[in-house]
Nanobody, 124 residues
Framework: QVQLMESGGGLVQPGGSLRLSCVASGFAFSNYAMGWYRQAPGKECELAARISATGSLTTYVDSVKGRFTISRDNAKNTVYLQMNSLKPEDTAVYYC?????????????????WGQGTQVTVSS
């Protein structure tokens, strides 16, 4: 029973910060890379950030590089996304996922088990 549970989303003003968390269970968390997808209504599913199993390597989509930081705590089976200098275009539902790759459809069960996601809204 793979389970992913996101939290930490909410409404924030442009320029503000938010920290997302994802608690995983049902698999060997420390053996897998993790990442955060995001999707706004009518937009594509985008792999915003990815972190290797050990946490030694992180990658980001260009639009968030320098503003977002992905991290993980393998002892707690948790992956985080620190989001700073938020912009309205960051508004989306954010999902964590195991061993993520680009080009998937967010929340599509054909790719695996998804959590409910957490809504991030950046607006003044």
């Amino acid at each position: 029973q793979v389970q992913l549970m996101e939290s930490g989303g909410g409404l924030v003003q442009p320029g503000g910060s938010l920290r997302l968390s994802c608690v995983a269970s049902g698999f060997a968390f420390s053996n897998y890379a993790m990442g955060w997808y995001r999707q706004a209504p009518g937009k594509e599913c985008e792999l915003a950030a990815r972190i290797s199993a050990t946490g030694s390597l992180t990658t980001y989509v260009d639009s968030v590089k320098g503003r977002f930081t992905i991290s993980r705590d393998n002892a707690k089976n948790t992956v985080y996304l620190q989001m700073n200098s938020l912009k309205p275009e960051d508004t989306a539902v954010y999902y964590c996922f195991t061993d993520p790759v680009p080009g998937v459809q967010c929340a599509d069960g054909n790719y695996g088990s998804w959590g409910q996601g957490t809504q991030v809204t950046v607006s003044s």
